[in-house]
């Protein structure tokens, strides 16, 4: 187990990190780029994982030269996103830290996915009454890889930044954790690099 001691709280990211979703979302993504137009590169979409949708569009719109309306994307991004049949799965490594250090530490919750998602998906999975915060792309105005995300988790939880230890699965996650003062320990493929 994964020495965490020396903090006060855990802030995970969602989606890649604590559920294993970021397959689906890529799905939904591949669908939406291609009914909008847009080039679609797996390693460049999963790269932007944690950023909220409606900023992923402007980031596409600017890469490729396009002007789509970011809240069009968004809305069909979701509807492909809800026609799947997929039930996300807990990430076994971090849902074992999640377990072990719940006792004892303050955890919370920062994810770039709209709130309505992220609550039916912690819901499913019998989290969300088990967190002390949660921060999503529907709570911030600036999503990552800014740390108002993890700012505000930490904040909820009434803890200095320096006292947070942020789990993250993409280099956007890990930026806005550093900016934010917190130590980050990625997760890759669903294992803790340590």
Known sequence: MVDLRAYKGIIFDMDGTLIDSMGSHMEAWRLACELHGFPFDLDYM???GGV??????????????MSHSPDDVAR????MWE????TPTIIESTMAVFR????????????????PHA?????????LEEIDALVTATDVTHGKPH???????AEKMGLAPKDCV??????IGRKAASDGGMDCIMVHNGEIQL
């Open 76 to 79: 069909t991004k979701r509807r």
């Open 166 to 171: 942020v789990f993250e699965d993409t280099e």
């Open 147 to 153: 740390p108002e995300t993890f700012l505000t988790v």
């Open 83 to 86: 026609k799947m049949d997929h």
């Open 46 to 48: 999963y790269s932007l």
């Open 119 to 127: 609550e039916q998906l912690l819901r499913h999975h019998g989290l």
């Open 100 to 115: 072990n250090y719940r006792p004892s530490m303050r955890i919370g919750i920062g994810t770039g996915a709209e709130r």
């Open 52 to 65: 909220p949708t409606r900023k992923t569009v402007e980031i596409l719109n600017e890469k490729y030269a």
